[in-house]
C-alpha cells in the first residue's frame, strides 16, 4: 500500500495504546515506585544497615523486570506501525523507552550484587539492555530525521522521514535545540550503556559507592524529564496535542487502559507469597571486602560465603573477563 506524504491531513485517529492515559500512568507509577525502592535500597547500604530488605528487592526487580519488557513491547509496535503512526505518538513511545532505561539502570545499581552472582540473570540483563538501546537508538534516528524535515508536529507518518516526495515543511525557532538535544540523547544513552555494562560485569568495584550515586541521581533525573515531556504533550493530561486528534480515545479509561493500571499490582503477589513463605529468595550479597551477613542458624551451620561474582560456563573467570 502507498504512503502518502504529499498531504497531511487535517486530523489522525487517537492511539490509547500507545498514548492512552492507562499505559502513561502505568509507565510513570512503575518508574516511581522503582526508583523509591532503589533510592531506599542504595541509602539503606550507604548507611552501613544489616540484613537489607528481601521484599524490597523482589519488589523492585519485578518492576523492573514488568518496565523493560513492557518498554520493548511497546516500541516494536510502533516500529511495525511506522506506515500509519504519526510522529507525536512515536514521540511519546521514545519517551516512554527512555523512561524504562532509566528504571533498568537505577535497578542495576541497586542490585547489582545479585546478578554479578547469577551469570544468567546477569546476561538477561546485558541482553535486555541491548535491545532496549538499539530499539531507542532506531526511535532516535526516526525523531532526529523529522525534526530535520520539520514534520515532527505533522500529520504525516513518521515513514515519510525516508520519502524523497515529502515537502519541507517551515520548521519552528527550537529546531536547532532540538536537533542537538536529540543527538545529545542518542550519544548519552550509548555512553550510559558502556558504563553499565562495566558495572555489571566488572570484577573489582572501585568506586562503587560514588558510581551508584551519581548514578542513581542520572537516572533520577532522566526519568523525570521524560516524565514532564509526556505529561505536557501527551492529549491524556493536557487535551491539547500539538497535532490535530479526530476522536478523544487517548483520554478514556476502556478496558485495556485499566488492564495496564491493573498489571502494577502482579509484583505485590509474589511478596504475599514470599510473606507467606510459598517463595524462597537468596540472601543479600555483601560488597566485596565485606564480610557477609549471617544469621544465626548459618553460623550454626557453618555455610560458607558464596563467590560474590560467577563467571558463565563459556569464558571468563571470577577475576578476567576472557580468560579462564
Given at each position: 500500500?502507498?504512503?502518502?506524504?504529499?498531504?497531511?491531513?487535517?486530523s489522525?485517529?487517537?492511539?490509547?495504546?500507545?498514548?492512552g492515559?492507562?499505559?502513561?500512568?502505568?509507565?510513570?507509577v512503575?518508574a516511581?515506585?522503582?526508583l523509591?525502592?532503589?533510592?531506599s535500597?542504595?541509602?539503606q547500604?550507604a548507611r552501613g544497615?544489616?540484613?537489607?530488605?528481601?521484599?524490597?528487592?523482589?519488589?523492585?526487580?519485578?518492576y523492573?523486570?514488568?518496565?523493560?519488557?513492557?518498554?520493548?513491547?511497546?516500541?516494536?509496535?510502533g516500529?511495525?506501525?511506522i506506515?500509519?503512526?504519526?510522529?507525536?505518538?512515536f514521540?511519546?513511545?521514545?519517551?516512554?523507552?527512555l523512561?524504562?532505561?532509566?528504571?533498568?539502570?537505577a535497578?542495576?545499581?541497586a542490585?547489582?550484587?545479585?546478578?554479578?552472582?547469577?551469570?544468567?540473570?546477569r546476561?538477561?540483563?546485558?541482553?535486555?539492555?541491548f535491545?532496549?538501546?538499539?530499539?531507542s537508538?532506531?526511535?532516535?534516528?526516526?525523531?532526529?530525521?523529522?525534526?530535520?524535515?520539520?514534520?515532527?508536529?505533522?500529520?504525516?507518518?513518521?515513514s515519510?522521514?525516508?520519502?524523497?516526495?515529502?515537502?519541507?515543511?517551515?520548521?519552528?525557532?527550537?529546531?536547532?535545540?532540538?536537533?542537538?538535544?536529540?543527538?545529545?540523547?542518542?550519544?548519552?544513552?550509548?555512553?550510559?550503556?558502556?558504563?553499565a555494562?562495566?558495572?555489571?560485569?566488572?570484577?573489582?568495584?572501585r568506586?562503587?559507592?560514588i558510581?551508584?550515586?551519581?548514578?542513581?541521581?542520572?537516572?533520577?533525573?532522566?526519568?523525570?524529564?521524560a516524565?514532564?515531556?509526556?505529561?505536557l504533550?501527551?492529549?491524556?493530561?493536557?487535551?491539547?496535542?500539538?497535532?490535530?486528534?479526530?476522536?478523544?480515545?487517548?483520554?478514556?479509561?476502556s478496558?485495556?487502559?485499566?488492564?495496564s493500571?491493573?498489571?502494577?499490582?502482579?509484583?505485590?503477589?509474589?511478596i504475599v507469597e514470599?510473606?507467606r513463605?510459598?517463595?524462597k529468595?537468596?540472601?543479600?550479597?555483601?560488597?566485596?571486602?565485606?564480610?557477609?551477613?549471617l544469621?544465626d542458624?548459618?553460623?550454626?551451620?557453618?555455610?560458607?560465603?558464596?563467590?560474590s561474582?560467577?563467571?558463565?560456563?563459556?569464558?571468563?573467570?571470577?577475576?578476567?573477563?576472557?580468560?579462564?
Amino acid at each position: 500500500m502507498a504512503i502518502n506524504c504529499t498531504d497531511a491531513p487535517g486530523s489522525v485517529p487517537s492511539d490509547a495504546g500507545v498514548a492512552g492515559i492507562g499505559v502513561l500512568l502505568s509507565f510513570i507509577v512503575t518508574a516511581a515506585i522503582a526508583l523509591i525502592i532503589s533510592v531506599s535500597l542504595i541509602f539503606q547500604e550507604a548507611r552501613g544497615r544489616s540484613k537489607p530488605s528481601v521484599l524490597r528487592r523482589k519488589l523492585l526487580n519485578s518492576y523492573s523486570d514488568q518496565q523493560i519488557l513492557t518498554g520493548i513491547g511497546l516500541q516494536s509496535v510502533g516500529l511495525g506501525k511506522i506506515d500509519s503512526m504519526v510522529p507525536y505518538h512515536f514521540f511519546i513511545i521514545w519517551m516512554l523507552s527512555l523512561l524504562s532505561m532509566a528504571v533498568h539502570n537505577a535497578t542495576l545499581l541497586a542490585l547489582v550484587h545479585d546478578f554479578r552472582r547469577d551469570w544468567v540473570l546477569r546476561w538477561l540483563r546485558q541482553f535486555l539492555m541491548f535491545v532496549n538501546l538499539v530499539l531507542s537508538c532506531i526511535y532516535g534516528v526516526f525523531i532526529l530525521e523529522a525534526v530535520n524535515n520539520g514534520i515532527n508536529d505533522s500529520t504525516l507518518p513518521i515513514s515519510c522521514v525516508w520519502q524523497s516526495d515529502t515537502p519541507q515543511h517551515d520548521k519552528p525557532s527550537n529546531t536547532a535545540v532540538s536537533f542537538f538535544g536529540t543527538i545529545a540523547v542518542i550519544a548519552g544513552n550509548g555512553a550510559i550503556f558502556l558504563l553499565a555494562t562495566w558495572y555489571l560485569h566488572s570484577r573489582t568495584q572501585r568506586f562503587y559507592k560514588i558510581i551508584q550515586v551519581v548514578g542513581l541521581l542520572l537516572m533520577i533525573a532522566s526519568s523525570i524529564g521524560a516524565t514532564i515531556r509526556v505529561c505536557l504533550m501527551a492529549d491524556a493530561f493536557v487535551g491539547n496535542p500539538p497535532i490535530q486528534l479526530s476522536d478523544k480515545g487517548e483520554e478514556q479509561w476502556s478496558f485495556g487502559q485499566l488492564l495496564s493500571v491493573g498489571m502494577l499490582l502482579l509484583p505485590l503477589v509474589s511478596i504475599v507469597e514470599i510473606l507467606r513463605g510459598e517463595i524462597k529468595c537468596a540472601p543479600p550479597v555483601a560488597d566485596e571486602g565485606k564480610e557477609r551477613l549471617l544469621d544465626d542458624n548459618e553460623l550454626q551451620s557453618g555455610v560458607q560465603r558464596p563467590p560474590s561474582f560467577q563467571p558463565n560456563p563459556f569464558f571468563g573467570s571470577q577475576t578476567n573477563l576472557f580468560k579462564k
